[in-house]
């Protein structure tokens, strides 16, 4: 395996900021903590004052490709703790000095705060959600926890959990919702082919997209099934297309089969990144009643190609809805109002919403600057 992916470290040293990411996935992952991470890693490494960012990774799937021209994404950290732990050991004992230590998961934080302390560097911790909602079961995280000097949290509401158990003033926290690329979506023509694929001719498509994963039963998925039989009734060409795979993919198909639904209802597996724009097309109306998202991105993503969408009062979703003004929210556990949300989306034209701009991509690297630029200037 080769040890490292990205700048040759026998090169000489360059003038500007190194920083040391430890991270579970990015470059080789799935799913929405992998893509945040490589929007952080493609964002640190776009600012100018960065000469090198080090990333190691817990998980990846080989041979990677796309990486930032200023990444060293140490690929000897895979393969279990001994490696991760091993090549670790290899950055804190290399004669190149970091600036920084970027903990891109809270139960990584005993070895960021460790590496922080070796380094003598301020420590960036980032939060997502449930993960940080509630006080770790793990000893050492709890421990550690507390020694950041910055926190990031991708929501408001990930920053409010996390301050209820964990001390830390306002001044050294900031918000940092996830990235949209806009250009990678917007509004196109419904694929035919994707469409027959999944028997949508001639229906009135509603989706939800994520994990179908058994310790993650707060999506929403639960909640639209219990209300389609209610649809059906109003709107009997509706089929409700769960996107995405998963363990719990079984209960949810026994469901919508108790509920006779069945033929309502389309599971389609795991779906590849470069389909993710046009199964998202194939959608009328994105819905996601959520109840323990962090923030929720994929209703960015639905909104990025035009699809009326609708969250949660309950959770991050409400924030990547920036409160109403671009999707509607529901009370999840109020089904009446979820059944009159899910007809109204239906119901209207596909449009991007004035103000999705709020996350692009350019908004999310300046955001995560400034914050780098305050961390380095002053430590708490």
């Known amino acids: 395996m080769d040890h490292a992916v990205g700048i040759d470290e026998t090169a000489p040293p360059t003038r500007g900021r190194r920083i040391l990411v430890l991270l579970t996935d990015a470059f080789g992952g799935h799913g929405g903590i992998?893509?945040?991470?490589?929007?952080?890693?493609?964002?640190?490494?776009?600012?100018?004052?960065?000469?090198?960012?080090?990333?190691?990774?817990?998980?990846?799937?080989?041979?990677?490709?796309?990486?930032?021209?200023?990444?060293?994404?140490?690929?000897s950290a895979l393969g279990g703790t001994i490696a991760y732990l091993r090549a670790l050991g290899g950055q804190l004992m290399s004669?190149?000095?970091?600036?920084?230590?970027?903990?891109?998961?809270?139960?990584?934080?005993?070895?960021?705060?460790?590496?922080?302390?070796?380094?003598?560097?301020?420590?960036i911790l980032a939060i997502y959600g449930i993960d940080a909602w509630e006080r770790s079961p793990r000893r050492l995280v709890r421990a550690a926890v507390g020694r950041a000097d910055?926190?990031?949290?991708?929501?408001?509401?990930?920053?409010?959990?996390?301050?209820?158990?964990?001390?830390?003033?306002?001044?050294?926290?900031?918000?940092?919702?996830?990235?949209?690329?806009?250009?990678?979506?917007?509004?196109?023509?419904?694929?035919?082919?994707?469409?027959?694929?999944?028997?949508?001719?001639?229906?009135?498509?509603?989706?939800?997209?994520g994990r179908l994963a058994g310790n993650e039963r707060y999506k929403g998925f639960d909640e639209v099934l219990e209300a389609m039989p209610a649809l059906i009734g109003q709107m009997p060409d509706i089929v409700y297309v769960i996107a995405g795979d998963g363990g719990d993919r079984g209960r949810l198909e026994e469901k919508a089969a108790s509920l006779g639904i069945t033929d309502h209802v389309v599971f389609t597996g795991m779906v590849a990144e470069e389909?993710?724009?046009?199964?998202?097309?194939?959608?009328?109306?994105?819905?996601?009643?959520?109840?323990?998202?962090?923030?929720?991105?994929?209703?960015?993503?639905?909104?990025?190609?035009?699809?009326?969408?609708?969250?949660?009062?309950?959770?991050?979703?409400?924030?990547?809805?920036r409160d109403g003004m671009l999707g509607e929210l529901v009370d999840p556990a109020d089904r009446a109002a979820l059944i009159d949300a899910i007809v109204r989306a239906l119901d209207k034209p596909k449009v991007i919403p004035a103000g999705l701009d709020y996350f692009a991509f350019p908004e999310f690297s300046r955001r995560l600057k400034d914050a780098i630029d305050r961390t380095l200037v002053g430590r708490r």
Request: glycine content about 6%.
């Open 34 to 75: 992998a893509l945040y991470n490589r929007d952080v890693l493609r964002a640190l490494c776009e600012d100018p004052d960065t000469a090198e960012v080090v990333a190691l990774p817990r998980l990846a799937r080989l041979p990677l490709s796309d990486l930032p021209e200023k990444l060293t994404f140490d690929v």
């Open 95 to 123: 004669n190149r000095p970091f600036d920084a230590v970027y903990c891109a998961h809270i139960n990584l934080m005993p070895l960021a705060a460790l590496a922080a302390r070796i380094l003598r560097v301020p420590l």
């Open 150 to 209: 910055r926190v990031l949290s991708i929501s408001r509401i990930t920053l409010d959990r996390f301050r209820s158990w964990q001390s830390y003033p306002e001044t050294v926290c900031a918000l940092m919702p996830n990235a949209i690329h806009l250009d990678e979506f917007g509004i196109g023509t419904r694929d035919t082919a994707l469409a027959a694929r999944y028997g949508l001719d001639g229906h009135r498509v509603v989706m939800t997209f």
């Open 275 to 321: 389909e993710k724009a046009a199964l998202y097309r194939l959608a009328d109306a994105y819905v996601m009643p959520s109840r323990g998202e962090g923030f929720g991105f994929v209703l960015l993503e639905a909104m990025a190609c035009g699809v009326p969408t609708i969250g949660s009062t309950l959770d991050g979703g409400r924030e990547a809805l």
